[in-house]
Structure formats: C-alpha cells, structure tokens
C-alpha cells in the first residue's frame, strides 16, 4: 500500500488551497472593487480625490474637514457569465496511456451575488473627523458540477472576507486633507474538488478544505481640495492572510485508500497593495471630470506558504498591474445627478499560468449611474455597469500525489469563452 506522505499531502493541500484564493472575481485577480454604488456608477473613476463617506473606502482624508453626521449604504447585485470548455484535457494516470479526462463543458460556474457595503463618519471639530467602513473586498462563490472537465482543479469555492476599517483624518489650513485608517480583515473559506483513483473506471475521490482568520493591515490617503478641483492619492497596505482549519480527503480507493484522512490545515498568503492616484475637475457648476489610475502590487501573492506538518510553498507567480478610468458627472438639476465612466482592468494571471480556478482576463468596464437628491439631508443613488473580458486560454498542467509512485497529471487544455458580467447597484447616503 502507498503511504501518505508529507509531499503527497503537500501537493494536496495546495490545490485546495489555490481554489481559495485563485478563483475569479470582479476586478482583475480576485479584489471586488464595488465598494460605492456612486463609484460604481462612473466606474470607479475619482475615488481618491472625492469628499465624503463614500469615498473612504479608498481614501480615509476623504472625511476630512466634516461638519456633522454622513453615512452611506450601498448593495450591488453581480451576474458573471462564462463558459468554460475542453479543448482535449489529459490525464496520465500511472502505467496508463494518456486519455481524455472527459466531463461536460462548465457554464457560468461563477454563482451571482449581492455585495453590500457600508460607511459612516462624523466631524469632531477642528476639520477632524473620524469614520467606520465596512465591505466585502474578496467575496465570491464558484460551483462547477461534480462531471465537469475541471473537476480535478476545483468543484466548488466559497470565500468571504469582512473588512472593517476605523478611520481618522484632519484638514489643514492649506486645503489638505490627511488621512489613515486600520484595515481589520476576517477571512472564511470552504471548498472542494475531485481526486483522481488510480483506474478511471473508478469514482473520483474529494477533497474539502475549511479555513478562517483574522489579519490586519493599514490605508494612508491625502488630498488637496481646491474650489474647482481635487487630486487625491492613497496607499493600502498589502495584507497577509493567515487561515487555521482542516483538510478532508475522502473516497480514494485501492492503494490510495492510506490517503483518507482528516488533516488540521493552515495556509499563508498576501493579498496585494494598491497605490491609487485620482483627480477631479470642475468644468463648471454642472460638469465634473473624473480620472483615476491605480497600481496593484499583485507580485505579493507569489506563492502560498504551507504551515507545520507539511512546510512547503506554492508557487503562483502573479505580476503587478495597473488599472486606468475615466468618468464625469453632470447635475441636471439640483436635485439629479447622473454620471458615467469606462474602466480598463489588466489582470495579474500570467497567459502561461491560467487555469479553471482563475480563468481571469484583460477587461473592460462600462458605467452609468444616477443620484435623486430626495430630501436636503439623503441621497438616492443607482448605477449599472457591463464588464467585457477577454477570451482565454487555461492551460496550466496540474498534477496529483506529486512525488510518489501514484503521480497523475492532468494536462489542462481548455478555454473560458464569452465571459461578460452585468452589475446592478442601489444605495443610500443620508446626513445628518
């Protein structure tokens, strides 16, 4: 019989692992930047450099200088589509020819959801104000059926992480605005995919990993806020992740059978730094211009560390990328806004290293948005945004029970056509 050996279990552990943190979101990798129904709706193009609740999520001076209450609440309802295909995946199972891994093309494996978000602040006085933010930074659900050809890189993952972010900034006399906040994280994670038995006329085997965490990290912001225009740049911290559960390994037959087995788990990994600069300009009192570019230190999330028994790393090999918007607003009225935006999101996946877990591409945002001002004291905002991602290839080659007898790999050979998504936001913003 084949033990179960450390490497084995290592190799194990990493792909439940990468399910977690590699499968595709929003924006480019796995951040969800939907934070603002009124980002939202000009495409996330002057979030830096704005005033308001609304904007501290990215930039913590953006309350600075605040007389009296401001709260903002905001829910975005996200619709991915997506198929994923086989081009002729391989699987290579010991002493065996290689053979097709067979299984049904995937359709729209990433689930539709409803990201919330929150904000409230108040001035103290003296241009100080402090502020709470709380969203939902990395929060998705992908299922692909237990008969897709993906099913050995993942079947199903759930990652929710809470950000609650305590803020504090002050205006100077000379227009600036200073800001800092402390960026506290929980992170739960389940999911699962299919284990290949030594004979493909047996049932695949399953693995399940759960996790959770706490960790902490930081944002730094300022602006300089003139009559007719603001600029604005910010700096969130990169954040390590650390998750503390189990691994279940069940359904292995034959020699794997000595594989079953129930394993406390923890994993290591860095979600990436974000480096935002913006501005906005006032063309006159009805049109307001938007821009924003934003560097994402993606090449944090290099690998995934693997803790005690198993004391070995992953490696992932993302790249740094950049993200680039526009938008305006227009008031029509006193009492309507409406405003609009395009957003080009490059992704951190290397062409090379793309696989089912993260069939992530180049996209393109497309934004409108409105705001009714209902009373002196609350906002009503919506906003609608159609994302085009590029077709791609998934083509990364994985491998089970790596460095023992039963070694199988999988020769990856497939594609995510069509992938589009519709975003559909509401929100509210009252002060008080």
């Known amino acids: 019989m084949f033990q179960c050996a450390p490497r084995a279990l290592s190799v194990i552990l990493a792909s439940a692992a990468l399910t977690v943190l590699a499968s595709p979101a929003l924006a480019a990798g796995f951040y969800i930047q939907e934070q603002s129904t009124k980002a939202t709706g000009r495409a996330n193009s002057g979030e830096v450099a704005d005033q308001g609740v609304e904007s501290l999520w990215w930039n913590p001076a953006a309350i600075g200088g605040l007389e009296g209450g401001d709260a903002a609440i905001s829910a975005t309802a996200i619709r991915p589509r997506a198929n994923v295909v086989d081009n002729g995946t391989l699987i290579v199972r010991p002493g065996q020819k290689p053979a097709l891994v067979g299984g049904d093309a995937t359709r729209n494996p990433i689930d539709n959801g409803v990201v919330p978000a929150g904000a409230i602040a108040h001035g103290l006085g003296h241009g100080l104000a402090v502020g709470l933010a709380i969203s939902a930074p990395y ?31 002050v205006q100077l006399a000379n ?33 399940q990993l759960s996790g959770k965490g706490w960790d902490v990290g930081y944002t730094l912001g300022a602006q300089y806020v003139a009559p007719r225009f603001s600029l604005g740049v910010s700096y969130k911290s990169a954040i390590t992740h650390h998750l503390d559960g189990q691994l279940v390994i069940s359904g292995l037959l034959g020699p794997l059978a000595a594989k079953n087995a129930t394993i406390a788990a923890n994993a290591r990994f860095t979600t990436p730094w974000q480096l935002g600069f913006g501005g906005r300009v006032k063309l006159n009192d009805a049109i307001t211009l938007n821009g924003q570019v934003v560097r994402f230190g993606w090449a944090k999330f290099d690998a995934i560390r693997l803790g005690s028994p198993l004391n070995t790393a992953i490696p992932e090999n993302y790249r740094n990328t950049w993200s680039y918007a526009g938008g305006v607003d227009v008031a029509l009225s006193p009492r309507w806004t409406v405003r609009g935006g395009v957003q080009r999101d490059l992704a951190p996946v290397r062409d090379t290293d793309r696989d089912a877990r993260v069939p992530d591409s180049d996209r393109w945002t497309f934004a409108v948005g409105a705001t009714h001002q209902l009373t002196k004291a609350i906002q009503i905002n919506a906003a609608a945004n159609y994302l085009t991602l590029s077709e791609a290839a998934i083509n990364r080659t ?15 050979n497939g594609t995510v056509r069509s992938p589009s998504v519709l975003i559909a936001s ?4 009252i002060r008080f």
């Open 139 to 169: 929060n998705f659900t992908t299922s692909y059926p237990a008969t897709s050809w993906a099913r050995y890189s993942t079947l199903t993952t759930r990652l929710r992480t809470i950000d609650i972010q305590p803020s504090v900034a």
């Open 175 to 207: 227009r600036i605005n200073l800001g800092a906040a402390l960026n506290v994280e929980h992170t739960t994670a389940n999911l699962g995919n299919a284990l290949p038995n030594l004979l493909a006329a047996l049932p695949d085997g399953q693995q």
């Open 398 to 412: 994985t491998a089970a029970y790596v460095g023992t007898p039963a070694q199988t790999p999988v020769l990856v």
């Open 426 to 429: 509401l929100g509210a913003r």
